[in-house]
């Protein structure tokens, strides 16, 4: 739909950005100050993470929100080998930090966590009333 202030059509990234000049995204006060801004010279340029977040609230991608993206395949291996060498606590904690705002994260980090301290716990009483010597 063409800006009812200056008749200006958005096409394919550029429909991101007047998302984000948009009442959809901001207050009068905003949009007077951005009005402003452009009339002045400025060009917006709104970084990727914004125009994602735009283009994810007009309905034209499905892909989830960066903040809730998975680990990295080196997060794991490093998640593994600390809770292999040191603790599955730390597997524990980071569940916990990350349960809110990162829930696929977190439910990799508990789909990893849970089995090792499984093998440890057994490890551990398996020594402590069996005697692994």
């Known amino acids: 739909m063409p800006c009812k202030a200056c008749g200006f ?3 394919r990234q550029a429909r991101a950005v007047a998302w984000l ?27 990727k993470a914004l125009r ?8 034209a991608i499905d892909a989830p929100a960066p903040e809730d993206r998975s ?4 997060e794991v291996l490093l998640l593994v080998v600390t809770e292999v060498v040191l603790t ?15 829930p696929r994260a977190a439910r990799l980090v ?5 089995p090792i301290t499984a093998v440890l716990f057994v490890i551990w009483l398996a020594d402590r ?3 692994i010597r």
């Open 21 to 47: 000049f948009s009442s959809h995204h901001l207050n009068e006060p905003e949009l007077q100050e951005a009005e402003r801004r452009i009339r002045a010279g400025d060009v917006p340029d709104p970084s």
């Open 88 to 102: 599955p606590l730390v597997g524990l904690a980071l569940w916990h930090g990350l349960r809110e705002r990162r």
């Open 9 to 11: 059509v958005p096409l």
């Open 129 to 131: 009333f069996g005697g």
């Open 71 to 74: 680990l990295q395949p080196h």
């Open 52 to 59: 994602g977040m735009a283009q994810r609230a007009m309905g």
């Open 110 to 114: 508990a789909r990893i966590t849970v």
